[in-house]
């Protein structure tokens, strides 16, 4: 019987931990490679989470529309290592975005740069670079 129930709850721990490496993608599958994008916004909104942080920045467009991207960042340990804090942002910030576009035409990009509001270029800590 002891037997039985270290089975299963091996089982039970290996298929919970497997669920982040499914979950994870590649870059090339949800963004383009060949179609880079440039964006200068404010930021509205910051999640620094795994597996990616995220920034959301609200872009002003040619005819006067604004469109809110949402940026893809790297793992907050990824960002840690190249140069980024916690405070590095704040809501209200302008922010300049070196990137690629998302393969569905959607408002999101994957950052490959990032020019902080005191003028230092940070890298997103993506793994292509």
Known sequence: MRLLIALVLGCVIVLCG?????????????????KTVT??????K?????PHARIYIDV???NGTVVNWNVELAAVSALARNGW???A???GDTVTVDGLH?????????????????GRKVLSGTADQ
Do not use: C, M, Y
Not at 18 to 30: D, M, N, P, R
Not at 39 to 44: I, M, N, R
Not at 46 to 50: A, G, R
Not at 102 to 118: E, H, K, M, Q, Y
């Open 18 to 34: 497997s669920q982040s490496l499914v979950a994870h993608h590649s870059i090339a599958g949800e963004f383009d490679v060949t």
């Open 39 to 44: 964006l200068k916004g404010k930021v509205t």
């Open 46 to 50: 910051i999640e620094w989470t795994n």
């Open 60 to 62: 002003a467009q040619p």
């Open 85 to 87: 804090t916690r405070n």
């Open 89 to 91: 942002l704040k809501i």
């Open 102 to 118: 998302a393969r569905s035409g959607a408002p999101i990009a994957n950052a490959r740069s990032v020019v902080l509001p005191d």
